[in-house]
């Protein structure tokens, strides 16, 4: 269980442009799915970093499972359980798919493994895994296996920032088979999506909304989504209208 | 394995991957000396005469053998050059793997300078690897002056790997070939400096015929206050392609200086260097620790996937 306490963040004035968290209370319990929804700028990844300790929170708390990790860096907190799917995958020049995964999973893993968390993925394994994670690889391909690789951590909590973010049609609906794999999983480990997806926010348990920084609503899915439905915090797929007034998926 | 005793025989693993004597013709030099040699029915080795070294002929049209020539040193305060000449019949293709490694124990410099060129024959077909290691916690230095000459007649390719990981003080390393028409050429350099050490690394490749094409890429990691120079020239006199690229991470007060030089002498030779330094990015060590690994473990992986 996470939870965090009075979580507020702020960016010194001289310091580069950020959003800010004001007050954030929230509790994602054991075994259950949360979405994180709300405007673009809201926060909603900066609360995703803070949770993985990328971030520092400048007052609050944070405890998982009742032990106050506020303090800890990104190393301990990895290890104490939290998995992080970056919303912007990191490409690694001479790195394949499979040290990254073998990585992610810290145990030597057969090829058999290795393939099985790309095939969960919709990543046909034969040909991706001795492919280096680098700019050849497509931003879905990449999204996918960045997705994987928290797969193969096979943490208690799992944060996984926009993952539709980036991803075509087809991968999306694959990605939508992902999570409800895992939310049929879930028994004893939680799991945290930043999403605008009516579809992603359709397999959530709770639903939480972040608008500047702060949060405006929370609560069971049924009772917060059908006031979200059609707005920017739950939208259809592909029918997102990007800031140029393109359909993104 | 022949005359080695342990310390030899952990420099052969580390250059030449050999765990025990190779298949095929082979010279092991061990401190000046030769401490075997093996020709075959399609490659004959012999040494020169009035200069150090070995002439390795391979018969023309000759497929899939390997000829295995590592260099060790262990003794202290040895200064050696070495000639070695590689005459590749045509048609032939064949692996090639050199390399040199010094344990220095003691207070005077070790040196190793090795001259080697290649004559690749129409239409043959080569891979050489060559690999560079230093070890011993010896006052004296290790030091490998390696010089490269290859001369590839039409329609023959070359690729050469060129390895220096750890160990060696000092490198001024000088590779030149000249291709003629339809002759590919493909260069993959891997360094990394530590310490105070110093690698100059300076490349001359002529495309002298039509359609000939070379492809150089150096990846370097420079650590501690090391300094690294990588001087890449291409010279393109006929219609072919050319590029080179210096892809390199420096860390701690390391220093790196890439000197590209394009000379283009007809319109259609196309030449392209590209060159990046810069730290190891912060996202990638994030992204790493999120898996668990501690920021030094993170820049570990990181550099040994970029030296891959």
Known sequence: ?????????????????????????????????????????????????????????????????????????????????????????????????????????????????????????????????????????????????????????????????????????????????????????????????????????????????????????QGLREEILPGLVGTASAVPECRKVSEKGDAVC | MLKLDEIQKRLLREVADLHQVPEGAYNIRSNSQSAGRQSTANIEITSKEGVSGLEVRIRPGTKNESVHIPVVMTQSGLKELVYNDFYIGENADVVIVAGCGIDNCGPKDSEHDGIHRFFVGRGAHIKYVEKHYGSGDGSGKRILNPGTEVYQEPDSYAEMEMVQIKGVDDTDRSTKAVLQAGARLVIRERLMTHGEQRALSTYDIVLDGEGASADVVSRSVARDSSFQRFEAKITGNAPGHGHTECDSIIMDQGRILAVPALEANNTDAELVHEAAIGKIAGDQIIKLMTLGLTEKEAEEQIINGFLK
């Open chain 1, 1 to 217: 269980m996470l939870e965090l306490r009075h979580i507020s963040f702020e960016v010194r004035d001289d310091g580069p442009e950020k959003e800010i968290i004001h007050d954030v209370s929230l509790t994602v319990p054991d075994s259950r799915l949360v979405v994180i929804t709300g405007p673009n700028g809201g926060g909603k990844s900066t609360l995703a970093r803070l949770i993985a300790g990328i971030e520092k929170p400048t007052e609050g708390q944070i405890l998982l499972n009742g032990e106050d990790i506020t303090g800890w860096g990104i190393t301990e907190r990895a290890r104490a359980g939290i998995g992080f799917a970056f919303q912007q995958p990191v490409r690694f020049k001479g790195i394949t798919v499979q040290d990254l995964i073998r990585l992610a999973a810290g145990r030597a893993l057969s090829l058999a493994d290795a393939c099985d968390y790309l095939s969960r993925v919709g990543l046909c394994a034969r040909d991706y895994i001795e492919r280096e994670v680098n700019a050849s690889l497509s931003g879905g391909e990449l999204k996918r296996i960045e997705i994987a690789t928290v797969l193969a951590r096979g943490t208690a909590l799992s944060v996984f920032d926009e993952p539709e973010a980036g991803i075509d049609l087809w991968s999306f609906q694959n990605l939508i088979e992902v999570f409800e794999s895992l939310r049929r999983d879930i028994s004893g480990s939680s799991i945290l999506i930043i999403s605008h997806q009516e579809r992603i926010l359709n397999i959530a348990d709770e639903v939480v909304v972040l608008k500047d920084g702060r949060l405006t609503a």
